[in-house]
């Protein structure tokens, strides 16, 4: 490269591309820790994603506009149940087009080949249409109108001791005490609380908590077309005292924010997330710092010629930008391999693109932090150490 | 501005390394004017003070006593910054140990100096081709003879025609045809204009200069 202009950071580009490149087993090691802290960062916060996504996973995939259920619960897998009365209440409200009950209750599970699991079983009124397993991967839900009748995930099948359920063979499982048929299943659908999810209808759902069947965790409803969501949120709280009532949003807010921080389950994810970034930045302060006093000759020929600071500043900086590109690059390309793989297992790693994107950000910013070491280094040297042998 | 003024000058020039016991008095009293026109060697046994005074005429060591003048004016009061400016705009240097950058090619390395003197990258082959290396344009310093790489040296500190040009024994390193070619090179760009002011041991080398001045003990020996 003998042109004029390098990305726009002429000569001094040039100077910190060539030594990057002079020394290139140092380079590959530069490159490797900015890889590992891209993968560690981009996993972690892929995780964190992941995690998040599956509290609220049926929440979001439910049609409802307002959820009531018992004051106080702060998570969506944790209620008391309330009454049939409210659902009267509920549906009795102007706006509302539309209320049903939904079951979310904790129950064991026995597995066929012996031990127990704890599941949670979530309880659809099929023929209203506002909820329902979907996702479908095997099995019929209409299936599910029958009684004792259940879906899982294929995610679960082996947590469940029903390896191959779905596949053409008849399971059945003892559900709380209950027998139950697995008649579909779903794919992709995870839990946070690692508790599988067991789909079935209301009516068996009953069966399987002990619930009397003027007993629900929720009463989901829709509003009416032209209603304000808000204002119907009002009404119904106003009317069921007993009873908290949120709009879906602020609902999936709560219990995401329940799981990931008043646990610390996110914090810790977050915490992992940093320290592999720390250890990233440390790497590459190392490496860079490394180049740099293995040039200091040249930054005081630099010095002595008369070059300004900013020349300066551009070749270390130069330097920490190409690293943080090519080294975000192979990170990426590596994470979202790894991404790819965890779409099979309990815990997936989402890595959209946009992620990815940003995360450059972080690249960048560890990259050019580690490199102001170096910088101090280049800008404290005497120029008359040219002369002095 | 008249062509009397020198180029560069020190006058009452003194330098004391260090403080206390371990203080050393390098430089003591020196006089010295540099000329437009003329190549003056400085020599005088090792540990004389001609780096020294070689460094406080190129702005890069601030002297102890007395004052530089750069075209008649003052540098004292200068900050760092206008310093590294004036350095660039006034001086080339060139050192025993060439100082060329290894990971750049020579062509490059000539081009790394005229971008910092915001000069035409593309003068850098005509600086070349006025030292003879008009052919190895795209070899490394690794590829070239020391002869070669201190051409390559005077090349980069031609870029942007600086008046003053300082060479620290840019001949120590070379056998005596390739340092005496260096130095004739030197000599011609004093006769073009320049001031030159060149470090050594080689009685050869001072023998093409215009005017010797010799260190002995920190002064000028008689
Ligand atoms: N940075 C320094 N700190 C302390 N003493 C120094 C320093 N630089 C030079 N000196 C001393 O100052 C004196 C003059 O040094 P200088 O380098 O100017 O000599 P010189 O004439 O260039 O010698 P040579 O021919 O060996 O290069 C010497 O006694 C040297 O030891
Ligand atoms: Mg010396």
Redesign the interface.
């Known amino acids: 490269m003998t042109g004029k202009r390098h990305w726009g950071m002429g000569m001094a580009g040039l100077l910190g591309w060539r030594n990057l490149a002079h020394d290139r087993s140092r380079f590959v090691v530069t490159l490797t820790g900015i890889v590992f802290a891209v993968v560690l960062f981009t996993m972690q916060v892929g995780l964190f994603l992941g995690f998040q996504d599956s509290t609220t996973t049926i929440i979001r995939h439910t049609g409802a506009d307002l959820w009531v259920l018992g004051k106080g619960a702060r998570n969506f897998e944790i209620t008391l149940p309330i009454q049939e009365r409210e659902l009267y209440l509920v549906r009795s409200v102007p706006g509302v087009e539309r209320a049903e009950p939904l079951i979310v209750q904790f129950v064991p599970w026995k597995k066929p080949g012996g031990g127990d699991e704890s599941v949670i079983v979530v309880g659809f009124d099929l023929n209203s249409g506002l909820a329902g397993p979907w996702g479908l991967v095997a099995g019929d839900a209409a299936e599910l109108r029958r009684p004792a009748t259940v879906a899982i995930d294929t995610l679960f099948a082996d947590k469940l001791g029903v390896p191959g359920a779905g596949e053409g063979k008849e399971a059945t499982v003892e559900i709380n005490g209950h027998r139950a048929r697995i008649v579909a299943m779903t794919q992709g659908i995870r839990s946070f609380t690692t508790s599988p999810w067991v789909f079935t209808s209301l009516r068996t759902a009953f069966d399987l908590t002990g619930f009397n069947e003027d007993r629900s965790n929720y009463v989901i409803a829709k509003v009416a077309a032209g209603a304000d969501v808000t204002a119907v949120r009002d009404s119904l709280r106003a009317i069921l005292p007993r009873c908290d009532v949120y709009a879906s949003e602020e609902f999936a807010a709560m219990t995401r924010d329940y799981w990931m921080f008043t646990t610390g389950a996110g914090a810790s994810v977050l915490v992992s997330a940093v320290l592999g970034l720390l250890v990233g930045a440390v790497i590459v302060a190392q490496v860079l710092y490394a180049t740099t006093v293995d040039h200091l000759a040249e930054f005081g020929t630099l010095r002595a010629m008369g070059a300004p600071s900013a020349f300066i500043y551009k070749v270390i900086l130069g330097q920490a930008v190409i690293s943080a590109v090519l080294g975000h690059v192979l990170g990426i390309a590596v994470s979202l391999l790894v991404a790819k793989g965890s779409e099979a297992g309990a815990a997936v790693i989402l890595v959209p693109l946009p992620l990815a994107g940003s995360l450059f950000g972080v690249t960048l910013a560890m990259c050019v932090g580690a490199s102001l070491v170096s910088i101090r280094k280049a800008m404290t040297i005497d120029p008359a150490m040219v002369f002095q042998r | 501005m008249p062509m009397d003024v020198p180029m560069v000058e020190v006058e009452g020039a003194g330098m004391v390394y260090g403080t206390g016991e371990a203080a050393v008095r390098a430089l003591d009293g020196v006089d010295l004017a540099v000329r437009r026109g003329e190549m003056l060697a400085l020599v005088g046994p090792s540990g004389s003070g001609k ?1 020294t005074l ?2 406080i005429l ?1 702005c ?2 601030r002297p102890s006593a007395g004052e530089v003048r750069v075209d008649g004016a003052p540098v004292a009061g200068l900050a760092p ?1 206008v ?7 006034r ?1 080339g ?1 060139i ?3 060439y ?1 060329l ?5 020579a ?2 390395n000539v ?3 005229l ?2 003197k915001g000069r035409d ?1 593309d003068e850098g082959a005509d600086l070349l081709h006025r030292v003879g290396l008009g052919a190895r344009l ?1 070899s490394y310093p690794r590829q070239l003879s020391g002869g070669e790489k201190q051409r390559v040296a005077v090349a980069r500190a031609l870029a942007g025609e600086p008046g003053i040009i300082l060479a ?1 024994e840019p001949t120590a390193a070379l056998d005596t045809a390739n340092g005496l070619g260096v130095v004739e090179l030197l000599h011609e760009l004093a006769q073009a204009g320049r001031a030159v002011v060149v470090v050594t041991h080689d009685p050869r080398v001072a023998g093409l200069a215009d005017r010797i001045v010799r260190i002995q003990d920190g002064r000028i020996a008689a």
């Open positions: 780096t070689l460094m190129g890069l060591l910054a310093l590294g400016a004036l350095r660039l705009s001086m240097f050192f025993q140990g100082n950058f290894p990971a750049l090619t062509l490059e081009q790394l100096a971008d910092l990258l795209n620290d």
